[in-house]
């Protein structure tokens, strides 16, 4: 059992070395071939999901196909697909405003600091000195301005602010938990593919949940 323990484990390290190697400014033509393999793999086993899903596949196609000709066929429906263009890309502006704070980008910069906090701050201030929320749309959320109605003096309310910022507030949480998602599946493939990292930390992780009873 001992010989075998040492055969398995200087196969492992020879296997490791020889997946180091592996890279395209040392081996192109054997990284290139490798790429294009997997690549073949993963478009065969994609269409077999595909075509197992079909019905859905159908039913995603024939909604598309009616999103886009409500979109391009002029009538008194245009204002709400423009309404609802605009909430789109309003929403989508925030969920990539959260992306970029997960990812980072190597700045460590936080787009929260950058533009939600200050949006939050901003609708606070001008509602406290609107005493209202309603700011009328256009122009905002490009520019704050108080509304023509009358409002009583202490009407505004914290629950009312957070009503007002809630759509991108939520939007860019929902764009942070997306940017998070990236490295959870690449350590999730890396971990179902077999390959162990070079992490002794991590292989002695490996080890106790081997020796457990339970793996909690």
Not at 96 to 109: E, K, M, P, Q
Not at 139 to 160: H, K, M, N, R, V
Request: charged share 20%.
């Amino acid at each position: 059992s001992f010989a075998d323990s040492s055969l398995l484990s200087e196969r492992k390290r020879r296997d490791r070395e020889e997946r180091l190697n592996i890279v395209l400014w040392r081996q192109p033509l054997v990284t290139l071939q490798y790429f294009f393999l997997e690549t073949l793999i993963n478009l065969k086993e994609w269409t077999i999901k595909l075509w197992h899903r079909r019905s859905i596949l159908v039913s995603f196609l024939l909604t598309l196909a009616v999103l886009t000709a409500t979109y391009y066929i002029e009538g008194t429906h245009q204002q709400y697909v423009r309404y609802m263009e605009k909430k789109f890309f309003w929403c989508a502006y925030w969920v990539g405003l959260g992306i970029l704070s997960s990812v980072g980008l190597g700045t460590g910069l936080h787009t929260f600091l950058l533009y939600l906090g200050p949006h939050i701050a901003s609708v606070t201030l001008a509602a406290y000195e609107c005493n209202s929320v309603n700011f009328p749309e256009p122009p905002y959320p490009d520019q704050i301005i108080c509304p023509d109605e009358e409002a009583t003096e202490g009407s505004i309310s914290l629950w009312a602010i957070i009503s007002k910022v809630r759509l991108e507030a939520c939007m860019w949480g929902a764009g942070t938990a997306i940017g998070e998602l990236p490295p959870y599946f690449m350590a999730r493939a890396a971990r179902l593919s077999g390959a162990e990292p070079d992490d002794e930390e991590y292989q002695e992780f490996e080890e106790m949940l081997e020796h457990a009873e339970t793996a909690q």
